[in-house]
């Protein structure tokens, strides 16, 4: 294999240098009968012909230079607009400008040439020989005014708003001039001297073209080499201040090869205008051209794309305070769909360009089964996350607005909390299961036995796990016949305390020393709810037998409304006191019983308050608590009342003498 390619180069070889010799034969033989052609132009016919021809060529170039600045006016005052235009919508505005810049542009090139290939048609130029190099020389002017059109895009010498490049005034109108020169150089050069030249002497319109090629080439590295360090200072500024752009990531490491990218390009494409037919050329320029317009479309997209992220900073402040937890959400989700859709952007651009500079055939693919079939999965998966995505915000945006206290329903009840809660939860998992039953189903991937092996998962776990299925079905009715809510302070399952969470299957409770209990709601046989629309402190006192009933009620109703003079507690107790009389004749006392309403909660906070007013009260009048305590009483006759005994201390000096 190495011997086939060492022969094969040793005949490229071989035949290059045969075809350079015999243009050099050629070269030489044009020089010999450049006398005798010259005189045959130097009849007065041919001067005629020519000097109609060079009219022609003054009369275009001299519109050109007439219609030059025509309608700057116009490109002016959009620009000021656009300045003037607010900050959101500066871009879009600066592309309107670029628009109407390129329009008005193109209108004077298309006038200048329909004049000119007017005065052809009407025989301004004698055909067919001289008519032929004007058409040449027309087709000529206007690619080098399409030339300077598409680097007016860039540098707009006019109108900051129409210029792509970050460049000040006078800069922008240096590099208009310099790379607009050197544009009309190569393309008068190529296509219109070279050709004339080689009407009569086609080896010396090689050698024409090749200098041509090369004084243009040498002054593309003059100006990459002038414009290296500015455009690689501002590749990095741009990098670190436009965080949203689509070419961010790849501007870094361009920064410092860009100078040598250009010139291996601008190398290669002088090397096929010298070297090579212009179809090879002409193929590079037309792929050149698509793939700027491919780059530049694709990065204001994903641009604009960037700036997704910024919707929930963008937010009105009446949204934000409605529903504060939408732009952390935003926040959260939106970075991941741009990088998916840059993702997708770049994939885009690379088959363009594939597809453009003919490595692959991308079109024809994609109009086969598989590459339809790969679009449409793109574009189904792409379209079920937005739906996704959307659904879950617009739901949690809803749940989140109802249980907002500062919205206009106001403060949501505990049920409405609790269910909220459970539905937002429930919601989530709906969404992701069923969009990923649909996202595999839209990749190929048959959704019919995964559904078959979740019911056959869905039945182990039923019998598997009974006691979930059952904590799961009693929470859910629990929750239906709102039984409990959080903060509510319940017992369940002989534990009692405050309810501090909620979920699908089980909840916790918090006593009074601080622990927290969880219990399995299939635990809960009977649930009994404290905090439920009110309450009642229930108190049963004891006095003594020998006390007034008449007189303690009254007491009561006064420790009563001294309680009610608290303003932290009589605000709490929405009923009067209501007295049940005498329950009981115990032992060692009579018992008492009252009730007071209090609002939900407090009836604990309400007793207490009240036991300390009934002692006070109590105590100020002398009422008797009983309480358990011995007397003895010495024996005597039957109708007699016997006194209680009296122990008198002993004296200490007394018993010593007694001893």
Known sequence: MLDDNGSALIGWVGEAREALTAWAMQLVAEAQALPATVMDFADLQTAVSAGRLIGLIVLVLLLQRVLRHRGDALIDRLATWQRRSRADLGPLCGICVIAVAITVQGAKVALVAAIGYGALLLGAVEAPDWSATAGRFLLAFVIAEIARLVINIFLEPRANAARLLPLDEANAQHWEKRLSRLARMAVYGVMFIAPVVAIAFPAAALLVEGAIALFVLLGVFAAIREAREPVRQSMLARAGHHRNSFYRPVLRPLAGLWHLLAGAYSAIFAGLVVIAPPSAYLFMLQASAISLVIIL???????????????????????????????????????????????????????????????????????????????????????????????????????????????????????????????????????????????????????????????????????????????????????????????????????????????????????????????????????????????????????????????????????????????????????????????????????????????????????????????????????????????????????????????????????????
């Open 297 to 659: 479309a694709i990065g204001f997209i994903g641009t604009y794309v960037g700036n997704l992220r910024r919707i929930g900073q963008l937010l009105p402040p009446t949204v934000r305070a409605r529903l504060p937890m939408l732009p952390v959400r935003l926040d959260g989700w939106l970075p991941k769909l741009v990088r998916t859709i840059n993702g997708l952007l770049v994939v885009t651009l690379l088959a363009s360009l594939v597809d453009v500079w003919a490595i692959a055939d991308v079109r024809a693919w994609l109009g086969t089964p598989e590459g339809q079939a790969l679009v449409g999965a793109i574009t189904a998966l792409l379209g079920i996350a937005f739906l996704s995505l959307t659904g879950w915000l617009l739901a949690a945006s809803w749940i989140e607005d109802r249980l907002n206290p500062d919205t206009g329903e106001g403060e949501p009840g505990a049920r409405e909390k609790t269910l909220l809660s459970l539905f937002r939860n429930v919601i989530a998992i709906a969404i992701l299961v069923v969009a990923g039953m649909i996202a595999l189903s839209e990749i190929g991937i048959d959704i019919g036995p995964l559904l078959a092996g979740a019911g056959v998962i869905g039945l182990a776990i039923g019998f598997g796990a009974q006691t979930l299925v059952q904590d799961i079905i009693t929470g859910v009715f629990i929750q239906l016949e709102d039984a409990i809510h959080q903060d509510d302070f319940i017992t369940a399952a002989g534990i009692s305390g405050t309810v501090e969470r909620l979920s699908i299957r089980s909840l916790g409770l918090r006593d009074l020393a601080g622990t927290l209990h969880v219990v399995p709601f299939s635990s809960v046989t009977t649930v009994s709810n404290f905090t439920r629309d009110f309450g009642y402190h229930l108190g049963e006192y004891r006095i003594a037998y020998k006390e007034n009933l008449g007189e303690v009620i009254d007491h009561l109703h006064e420790a009563y409304a001294r309680m009610m003079e608290n303003p932290e507690i009589g605000t709490e107790v929405t009923g009067p006191l209501e007295v049940d009389g005498v329950t009981a004749l115990a032992d060692s006392s009579v018992n008492i019983r009252v009730r007071i309403r209090s609002t939900p909660g407090m009836q604990w906070a309400v007793g207490r308050a009240f036991n300390r007013c009934v002692k006070d009260r109590f105590d100020a009048v002398g009422i008797e608590i009983p309480y358990p305590h011995m007397k003895m009483h010495f024996a005597g006759e039957r109708q007699d009342k016997a006194p209680p005994a009296e122990i008198a201390p002993s004296d200490p000096a007394t018993s010593a003498a007694e001893e």
